[in-house]
């Protein structure tokens, strides 16, 4: 036996519907809208959650969306050579206007090859339209850019669904076994693998767990 990797964790296939499992009893005790999807056909299945998320509008997206309010209030003009009256219910709604939602759905796949569960996700502006790689990138918090930005175009990918065969970004698994068999080693206490794991990879995208899932044995 590999002495280096003898404390990696292995999931099995059935070990991971079980966690997964148990984890969605936990969620809907306190409603916190994971489900378990069936695949049809197949004993396969995987985690799923919708939600939506607001942050505050960045500095410099102020300044460019400031920018082009002044390029059309410029343009108002009557015949008259004068500017149109700004609507004042329109000048409320644009102060008001000081944060953005995010559509995301979250997928917990298992990954065969790796023997280890991933997260799969996507994300869309409200008007539908999906965020692109580098916006992805940009929203991950910044106690976590500094560990991912010796690759983080290779920590996050975007690929095609498994499943659903759609586009959706991932968390790539290579590292988990490491980081799951550290996490274990440091702890005495046996928990749901999927509880761990997700408490962990989620925050870089924005997903995190209430307290209460840390309680569950």
């Known amino acids: 036996m590999d002495l280096e990797n003898k404390d990696n964790i292995v999931l099995g296939e059935e070990k991971f519907r079980y966690f997964c499992l148990e984890f969605v009893k936990h969620s809907q005790s306190v409603e916190d809208g994971w489900e378990w999807k069936n695949v049809q056909g197949s004993d396969d299945g995987y985690l799923r959650k919708s939600c939506y998320q607001t942050r505050p509008v960045s500095s410099e997206q102020k300044q460019w969306k400031k920018s082009d309010e002044e390029d059309e209030q410029a343009s108002a003009v009557t015949v008259d050579g004068f500017h149109e009256e700004e609507d004042e219910s329109l000048v409320i709604a644009q102060e008001a206007q000081e944060t953005e939602v995010i559509h995301y759905e979250y997928h917990v796949l298992y990954a065969i090859s790796y023997q280890v569960p991933v997260l799969y ?97």
């Open 121 to 217: 996700f996507r994300a869309s502006f409200l008007d539908g339209r999906p965020l692109t790689l580098e916006e992805i990138w940009n929203r991950v918090q910044g106690c976590y850019k500094p560990r991912l930005l010796h690759g983080p175009w290779e920590t996050i990918t975007q690929q095609e669904h498994p499943i659903l065969g759609q586009p959706f970004f991932m968390l790539h698994p290579c590292r988990t076994n490491e980081f799951m068999s550290s996490i274990k080693g440091a702890s005495k206490r046996e928990g749901n693998y999927i509880t761990t794991w997700l408490s962990t990879v989620g925050p870089v995208v924005g997903l995190s767990l209430p307290l209460s899932y840390g309680k569950t044995a």
